[in-house]
Structure formats: C-alpha cells, structure tokens
C-alpha cells in the first residue's frame, strides 16, 4: 500500500527500485523524480509542475465541453464558508467538519465566527440556489465549478491520492422532479468514464454505494472505483443524488405548475486530481512514468545523435522532422549539447514521453526516423514522408494498448467468491476486487470490514436475481458487491 | 465613486436609476439585476454566475494560449503559506499582512504554525524555486498559475473591484540576467493590453509605478490604469520586475556558466476579475449591462413574436434561424410562452445581450428577421440567405465601437495640466486623469495626494525632456506623470 512520503529532494536521477518490489517508494519517487509533481512545503500538500497540471487541465477540457454542451454551466462560489452555514446540514457536517480548515483571523482582527475552507462546496451554494430559483420556471439549474478545496487529512497524506489541498469540479444541479434527478447520473457517470478511458487510459468499476459508504448527505451515492496495482482500490469520480436531504435544509425551494412550493431534488457530482495519481501507479514502470499521448505535456521527443562529420546533416533532418510534426502533435527537440543521447533517452523515458524520436547519420541520409513507443519499448523505422501520419498511428494505438492493459489488470484482479473462507484466502494472497453475494445488511458489511479490511467499494448497477448466499451470514443473497482493501 | 454593498436581494427587475445620476447605485444594480455576479454569503466577496464566470473564462483563454505560445508554463501551488515563509522578505510582508486571511485550526487540532490563504503566490512559489533552480541551464524559468486569492480588504469592499477573493493569473518568472527579465515586460504587458481591447473593450494607460505606490518587494512596477465613468482610475493589470530581492530571500541562485553561484531575477505579473469590473462600469447603461460581443455568454438572441394566425410560421422561421446561427455564435432561441416579447426585451438587454432578433409575421413572410444592437439600439433589416454573415459583421462593428467608446472616455478625460491651480479645478469639476509635470521627488507626490487626494498612477514609459516645471515645487520637472483618484 502506498504511504511514506518521500520529503527529500533526491539528487540521484533514476528510479532507485522496482514498482513490484516496494510500489509505495516506486510511487513517490516516480512522481517527483518524472517531475510530475513534487511535494508541497505545506505537508500534505503538492505542487502540480507542468506535465501534471496540464494532463489535469486535458481532463477539464474534455469534461467541462461534454458538460456544456449537455447543458452544464459554469459559475464560481468563494472558497470561504460560515460555519453556522457549514453545521446546517447534520450528516454532512458531521461527515467533513473533522477535516475542515478554519480561518479564524484575517490581518490583524479575530472573526465573530470561523470560516471554514470549503471541503465541498453545497452548504455555500445551496444558501445562493435557495434566493435564486423561485419557480419551475427556474429548473433545471445544473451549476458546476471547478475549484480547489481543502480536506485536512489527518493519517498516511499520498501525494495525488489523498493530499490536503486538491483540484476538482464540483457539479450542483436542481431539478423540479425526482425521476428528472436520477435521470441524470447515467450521463455524468458516462462523461467520467470516457475521460478516464479516452484520455488516462483507466477503466473502473461503477456501481451504487452502500449505506455506510455513502457520501455526507447524499441519499444515493455512487462511484467509479479504481485498481491500483499493489491491489488496493481508490474511489475515483463520483455521483450522488441528495433527494431533498440538502433543499429542506437550506430551503431551496420552487412553485410548481400547480402554484405550490415544493422543495427541489439535487445532485452532486465530481472529478479530482486523484485520477493523475491512479494515471501513474497503473501505468508507470521502473523507468518512470508512462504518459498516455492524449494527456501528455510532451508527446514526441526528438532526439540528434551528433557524431563528427555528421552533425550538420543530423540537426538540419532533425530539424526539419520537428518542423513537421510541432505542426500536429505537442513535440519538443533535445537539441542540448552537453548531454548525451543516452542521458536524454533516460530522461525521457523518467518522464513518460509517448514516442521518442532517435535521428543519426543513418536516419538522416535514408530520410527515415527511428520511434521508440515509451509503453513497450517497440522501435520502428519512419520514412520522413510518412512521419506526421505514422506517429499520429503510432500514439493512436499507445493510448489503446494502455487502456487495454488498464482493463486487463482490472479483468485479472476481480475475483467472484462464494465463500467467506475463500474471500479471506484470496484477500490475504492477492487483494485486488472480491466479487462476493451480499444479503444487503449493514451488519455483514461492517463485520467484514473490521474482520478484512475490505470494504464494500460499490453494487453493480445491473443485478441478475441470485440463488447465492451471503457469505458472511449465509442468508439469501440481495446483491453481488464489489469488496476490497481501499485507499 | 462606488461604494454601498446592496445586500438586499431585490425583486424589481430593471434598474431604478441612471448611471449619471447615481453611478455607485448603478453599478451595484447592474451587477446583480443582470444576473452576471451575485453578493456571496462572506461579505466582501462575490458569485461568479454563468454569464460572468463565461467572461472570465475567455479572457484566461486568450491570455493563457498567448503566455503558453511564448513558453511560459502552468503549474499549481497550495494555497496555503506558513506564516514564516510569508515573512521571510520583509517588504513584501510588511504589505500584505494586514490583509491576510489566517488557518489556525484544523478539524480539532491548533496548528503549530499560522497558515496564510495566498493573498499572492511569491513566497511559497520561490521555495520550491530555490530547490529546482540548479544552474543556468533551468533558466529561463516561466511559470504561471491561474488561481484564486483573497486579500481582506477592510474598507469598502466593491464587488468585482475590491473583493475578498478573486480570481486571477500570477506568472513568476525567473531569469538569468537582467536584461533578459526586464524584457519580458513589453511582451506580457502586450498581451495584457490586447485582452483589454479585444476581449473587454476596454484601454488603459501603461506607465511605471512610482516607489510608493509599488508592489511590495518589487524594484519596478508597471500598470495599465482604466478610467471609469465617474472620473476614478483603477489600476488594470500589471507587470513587476523583483530584480533580485526575492531570490535573495529565497536563496534562488543558480550557476552561471562560468561556474559561480548568482542570484537570478525574477518578475512576477498578473490580470485579474477586477476587469470585469471596469468593463460593466464603462460599458453598462441605464438599460443595464453591454458585453461586448467577443466576452458575452450569449451573442445572440432570437424572440419570436407570436400573434394569432402566424404562430406557426413566425416559430418554424425563428426556428430555422436559430439552427443557422447557432453552429456559429452563442445564440439563444427565447420561445417561452408565459412571457411578452417586451418583457423578454427588457431582460435581454438588462443582461447585455449584444443582438437580439425580433421575428414576427413580416419576418417570416418576407425571409428576414430584425436586429437590433444592444449598444446603439439601431435596428437593421437581415436577409435570411446573409444572416450569419451579416450578424457576424454586426458583431464585429460593435467590439470594435465599445473599444472607440472607450478609447474616447479615456481621451476626453485626460487633461494635461502645467498649474497645481488647474489641477486642482479639474480634479474638483470633472476629476479624470490629470497629466502634470513632476519633479520626480516622492515628497511632492505624497503632499499632492494629501492635498488632493490624488495620487500618480503611474509614469508613462516614453518621456520626451521637458521645459516644464513640477505642478507643486516648481522645480524643474522630469517627468510627465499620470495623476488621479484611484480605488
């Protein structure tokens, strides 16, 4: 499992072990020695560096157009929330005020009351929602920003996967009906799982979350949980229907088409910097980190090999080949002097840039390149008038093989159980996802839970009638769960 | 000059007063009654609504894509700074700590270390700074962050132009020698200038920051000042040569290529929501908001007008239109029954819709529609085989006069002055911005402000020697300085 934080700012380059030896150190030193992240000086914290900020910004790309097109707009709350307004929802403060930061003093005046820093953002928009929509008229209001927030965690902070400051959208949407409501979460449920496959090649696993899972408030809640490679899940993007828990609390409220007030149904929903965490503990090696082309900062890197007598003609091909491709694809031209081609190719590689690009003499007088796909190290020969199309092919079928990968270790690490015997055998062996019959009660979860350490991550959305039995209580089965270990 | 907060939650729909009459009001119900910002639930701050929020959105776009074609790159930092890292450069502390907003508590624990909300990012970006800056190769280092702050202003908080949170870009450049980082200034206060114009409407005045009136820590301040309707400047964006007092601070040094240590130089600049502000101001009417087209949420709005007989025909033709213009420009199709064509006129030009298009009877029969301009009112008779073409050229036409309209507010307020007489005379008439001769001495300028409660908003770069003498010592003048009220 992932912990221990690295705070040292490690002078040696490489990676120093092996992700399948200690994954926790593998992962800490991945992200900060790729320079994907590093450390923030605030513990818990981190600073997203440009390839991480800007794989982040991809993914808000894409959600955020999906969403307006469907609708969505945009708006922006301050980050600042009374706490009188904090507390007025009990379950859901409950749920976040022991991980809530508190400004208490501004300059140099004590506050008459504490702002908290929002943890999630309801309680400050729902006091807004509840003086703006006045009727149907008003509905549907889908609202969504995308914002920092703070959630001080207090045990084991991992960089990405559970850091105290992170990035994330945050979408509150009002509906006149229930039906209307609950309508919505196939779409944004299917918006998330694009962006997860189509741009950091992951694939999880949906399904509703159970009772004691749920999210602080929410009367339905539902995620799209991960798979780590050390066999621990991590709850990835979600979506929660809070009924009317929040309206009736914060008095949002509309006149029907009958001409009486009823309170409204809402939604929450999110997706956070955390799937960058998930991004490179799938897919990364011992050399580094391995970016999937469409979130990647640099996604072709060029590198000269310069031998004397030949350098004129090498730089004026390499040249050449980068003029081309900067045209289509984000490429950069290692043109440094004083390293060498070897120390580029690592450097490259520790930071997860899809195709390199090798050119030296022989490359440059047939007019070829040779690609180097970062994933599994295939090299192949480009002719120069094919080189803007064939690389293009080339990180087309990366991003597929990812994703393909991504689905594999998934498919390999979800076990249907039938027995608590065999759970527990397999939980202690490999982890990974136990697929078990469930009878639905809370009991049986939590005994499971204290007894294992695996946990209900989610209920499969699509239940075919069961013949099983529960595997802790032996009584007829409701549902087929997903358990496991979870971060 | 604007003040009073209207907290109240008005239910009249228009604006009940004129922006000449009472500018303050105005602006006040402008905002608000338009829908494009509401008062947050913290006073002193603001919520961003869709149509807002859209603007600031294009603006961080064009900026963004400017600053990341000239290599300069995103990244993210923690919003929250340690108290001893925010006082390690004692100018820069000495300017903010009265308007910082302090995390002292955490869940239930007090923290060791007060932790301050980024009022700016300097000192907590310049840490990390000084741990990857190795040597001359790492530079030039230009990294940017959009991101929200907040600065606790105490008095007066004006929504959009003095908040307590806002939304802004902080690019933190480091460089290795001073020339190289002094001339970045034209390029980022180029891109500033050219947001203003064609996104906001707006133009503002370049010069250089007195020393008072500098960025705390800066060697060299640079501002674009705006001028709004009541005669009061507001400082724009703006672009600060630090010189080497926070790398010194910081410890960001880095070898040189002849091998010895030096401190780099560094700059910092940034544009912020408050523009939206100044665009509102300058541009709004009595009617309400005026976006210019290239910054509004929606460019383009299509009311019917349904009279017995024609519904059927005036609906499919504004249909028609509206499947046109849409694959185009951001275009609204207004065909809500429960309200009158004059209402929805009312509303949309309250909300500063930049075209509206009537459709009636005449239109659909005769293939055309009515387009009337929200700046100017004008009306104009469009073909249905041009409308694209030609609303786009209306569109067009208009940016390019709210920019004229601006240009000549700005013009028609500048007043040169040789006298302390006349100065004071304008100021009391008509205020603006007074361009006086000054002796370059800070005392003059601290015993004008004093006296008239005008300061230098800044010095224009391009100085041509001058006869003249300074407007208060009547010694010989050096410069030509901009003078004005200012929020």
Redesign the interface.
């Known amino acids: 499992m992932l912990s221990g934080v690295n705070l040292e ?1 490690e002078k040696s380059e490489g990676i120093t072990v092996k992700k399948s030896e200690n994954f926790s150190e593998w992962y800490s030193q991945v992200l900060t020695k790729s320079e994907f992240i ?1 450390y ?3 513990s818990g ?6 390839s991480s ?2 794989a ?2 991809k993914i808000v790309e894409f959600v955020n157009n999906e969403f307006v097109k469907d609708g969505v ?10 706490e009188s ?1 904090l507390e007025r929802e009990k379950t859901h403060f409950k749920g976040f ?13 004590k506050l008459k009351e ?2 908290a ?1 929002r943890p999630t953002s309801e309680t ?1 928009m729902y ?2 929602y509840s ?2 929509i006045r009727s149907w ?1 008003d509905l549907p209001m889908r ?1 969504n920003q995308w ?2 927030v ?1 959630r ?1 965690e ?1 045990k084991n902070p991992t960089p990405l996967i559970r850091t ?2 992170f ?1 994330w959208n945050e979408g509150h949407t009002v509906y006149a009906s229930k039906e209307e409501a609950e309508n919505e979460r196939d779409f944004v449920l299917g918006v998330y799982q694009k962006a997860l496959a189509e741009l950091a090649a992951l694939k999880g696993v949906v399904g509703r979350k159970t009772e004691n899972e749920r999210f602080a408030g929410a009367v339905n809640s539902y995620s799209i949980e991960l798979l780590l490679p050390d066999g621990w899940a991590l709850q990835g993007p979600d979506f929660h229907n809070d009924g009317q828990n929040f309206s009736k609390a914060f008095d949002v409220k509309f006149l029907n088409r009958e001409g009486k007030y009823e309170y409204a149904w809402q939604n929450t929903y999110a997706i956070s910097t955390r799937v960058l965490g998930a991004m490179v503990a799938v897919h990364g090696d011992d050399k580094g980190l391995v970016l999937p082309p469409n979130l990647a900062y640099i996604q072709v890197v060029i590198v000269p090999i310069m031998k004397k007598g030949s350098e004129k003609a090498v730089l004026e091909f390499s040249q050449q080949i980068y003029s081309e491709l900067r045209t289509k694809y984000r490429t950069k031209l290692d043109d ?1 002097d ?1 390293y060498s081609p070897g120390y580029k190719y690592n450097e490259w590689e520790l930071k997860g840039v899809p195709i390199r690009i090798e050119i030296g003499a022989k490359e440059a007088e047939g007019r070829f390149v040779t690609a180097v796909r970062r994933d599994n190290g295939v090299k192949s020969k480009i002719e120069a008038s094919k080189v803007k199309e064939d690389i293009g092919k080339a990180m087309e079928q990366m991003q597929k093989d990812m994703l393909e990968r991504a689905e594999k270790l998934l498919k390999n690490n979800m076990h249907e159980v039938k027995s608590y015997e065999k759970f527990k055998e397999i939980l202690k062996e490999k982890k990974g996802i136990l697929v078990a019959p469930w009878c639905g009660e809370s009991e049986c979860e939590l005994k499971i839970k204290e007894e294992t350490g695996a946990k209900i991550l989610n209920v499969p959305l699509d239940q075919t009638p069961l013949d099983d039995k529960c595997i802790y209580c032996g009584k007829k089965a409701k549902y087929v769960a997903n358990f496991a270990r979870s971060y």
């Open positions: 700012n590093d923030g000086i605030v914290t981190v600073v997203f560096k440009p900020y800007f982040w910004q707009e945009n708006v922006y709350f301050s980050m600042l929330i009374p307004l005020n022991p991980e809530v930061a508190w400004v208490t003093e501004a300059g140099k005046s504490r702002l820093i400050i006091a807004s003086k703006w008229r609202y914002n920092n703070i001080w207090f105290r400051e990035l440094r004083y």
